[in-house]
């Protein structure tokens, strides 16, 4: 990131009167530390790193070469939109500014009902699996209700003022840091006492195979730059903070999610490792240095100090699970309610409390949303937990995705649309440099809908090698037909339910288009012109 001069120029247009209402309710008490946590709380997501693991060494090189091709640009080209258009909505504001409020509405409720299917999905199933495996059974209904406590945890955090709230995300990395780092330190003394796999040069060779089955899960963990700008207006200094925190946490996050993946091939044997427990089970298996063995079946026992340990590590893992919601939840939410109140969805959801200074109600509408799916999912599994992790996940990604695939080229856009509009850091290169970051960005995110939909996509193509077939997730062997649909018609009724807040919004637009007109009506074009010409300078 390059530092730019500040030049004059007009001001960057305002949403509807709508939110400036809503406005008066924020409070700023983000600091820039606050950010960086929020942004390491987001980024190093614990619920995909069995996942790679589960792809074997070549998911450490796929994850090297896609911090350059994706990350990077990724982070450059927020950096700059989110220090040039500091405004609450972050997004959706941009969206808005580049192709309009309806494109910008839709593609809003798609980002913010990731995050209910995210959290009811594999956060959810992740933390259920992790306290069964480390501490008791949750059998018919205790599963259930295991989880709706888990989801309304979330929602009670996601409410609170952001001067509470914003402690969160902050414990939710200081877990991540402990927990991970705990668990690498393990790993060492696992291998000085029994030694570990080893890892064969030839192994790490990307193929292409690999790449699909991979991009999901690494991009997926490379994303979440833009929401700390979901909240600009509650930063105390969002020009300055969002690129130098973008900056930190990038490298934060390559180190804490590089380090346990490989950790866990060391430990595991490939064969062994799964998406849903990879981690868990690499946990139990290295834990047993502090007290415990691993018995003939492979079934792993702790005793002592290591059922001590395994405990807080579980209690640890489910912690930075609820975080990583809530402070998804924290940024996505917040764009929804600006989208609300702004004329592209129901007004009522755009209010912000007075008293917590947050969305309350697009928090508890998220919440209900993330318990049905948790109760329809678990039925229509019948409690396989692998099979509704891996359909909640791709679900969870491909929405976000596809919102991405609309926000990404808003910077070229902005850049032509507000050409005079001060940008604090700016993606180097020139024209060049902000096509180049956009292209890629936008494609890769582009390409890992394809595959989520159809997994497989173009393996065996061209003389690469595999079949189509085994990149299904191994839970929905042989059945891509279900697994398609319950990527597609999830999406089809998200785009639903987007076109019916957009009409549900049409009151409100309405009242702004009166509340534009009625200056001009009242003072004529020249004054109100030289009005907000004035407003501009301010």
């Known amino acids: 990131m390059t530092q730019a001069t500040p030049t004059p120029g007009p001001s960057t247009p305002d949403l509807s009167e709508g939110w400036s209402e809503q406005r008066s309710h924020l409070r700023k008490d983000l600091r820039r530390l606050d950010v960086l946590f929020f942004l390491i709380c987001t980024l190093v997501g614990l619920d995909t790193i069995g996942s790679v693991a589960a792809q074997g060494p070549q998911g450490l090189t796929w994850m090297a070469v896609l911090a350059l091709a994706f990350f990077l640009p990724y982070g450059l080209l927020v950096a700059e939109l989110g220090s040039a258009f500091p405004v609450q909505g972050g997004p959706y504001v941009w969206t808005r500014l580049a192709f309009g409020r309806l494109v910008a509405g839709l593609n809003q409720v798609l980002y913010w009902l990731s995050n209910p299917v995210w959290l009811g999905g594999s956060l959810c199933i992740i933390a259920l699996t992790t306290w069964e495996e480390f501490f008791t059974p949750l059998p018919g209904l205790w599963k259930y209700a295991a989880g709706l406590v888990f989801i309304w945890a979330g929602a009670l955090a996601v409410v609170q003022s952001v001067r509470v709230g914003k402690w969160v995300p902050t ?28 890892l064969p040069a030839a192994e790490f060779t990307p193929t292409y195979a ?21 909240a600009a207006e509650e930063m105390t200094n969002p020009k300055r903070d969002i690129p130098l925190s973008i900056l930190r946490s990038g490298f934060a996050s390559l180190v804490l999610y590089g380090g346990p993946i490989l950790g866990i091939l060391f430990v595991l044997p490939a064969q ?15 834990f047993t240095v502090y007290g415990g063995h691993v018995a003939a079946d492979g079934t792993v026992v702790l005793t002592g100090a290591g059922s001590v340990l395994g405990g807080i590590a579980a209690a640890g893992l489910i912690v930075g699970l609820l975080t990583s919601g809530v402070t998804w939840a924290m940024g996505a939410h917040r764009a929804q309610a600006v989208a609300c109140a702004d004329g592209a969805g129901p007004a009522w959801l755009g209010k912000i409390s007075e008293r917590h200074g947050t969305p309350v109600r697009v928090n508890v509408l998220s919440s209900v949303l993330a318990s049905v799916l948790l109760i329809v999912a678990l039925r229509l599994t019948g409690g396989d937990g692998d099979k509704y992790f891996a359909a909640g996940l791709g679900l969870a990604i491909s929405t976000t995705f596809i919102s991405y695939v609309i926000t990404f080229p808003s910077l070229v856009v902005l850049r032509r649309k507000y050409p005079d509009t001060p940008r604090p850091y700016i993606v180097p290169g020139g024209r060049l440099g902000a096509w180049t970051v956009t292209v890629l960005a936008t494609g890769l995110v582009a390409f890992t809908v394809v595959v989520l939909v159809w997994p497989g996509f173009g393996v065996g193509w061209f003389g690469t090698s595999g079949s189509a077939a085994g990149s299904l997730p191994p839970s929905f062997a042989g059945e891509r037909l279900q697994y398609t649909l319950s990527q597609v018609v999830p999406l089809l009724l998200f785009l639903g339910v987007g076109g019916l807040f957009y009409a549900w919004g049409a009151p409100a637009r309405r009242r702004a288009a009166v509340a534009e007109r009625t200056p001009r ?6 004054d109100v012109a030289s009005r907000e010409a004035s407003t501009a300078e301010r």
């Open 171 to 198: 414990a939710g990395a200081v877990a991540r840091i402990v927990l991970l780092g705990f668990f690498l330190v393990s790993v060492v003394v696992y291998a000085v006492e029994h030694g570990v796999h080893a």
């Open 521 to 526: 009506e009242v003072h004529g074009p020249a």
């Open 210 to 230: 690999g790449f699909v089955a991979l991009v999901p899960v690494l991009i997926f963990n490379y994303v979440g730059f833009e929401l700390p700008s979901s």
């Open 272 to 286: 062994e490792i799964g998406s849903l427990a990879g981690f868990i089970d690499a946990c139990k298996a290295v």
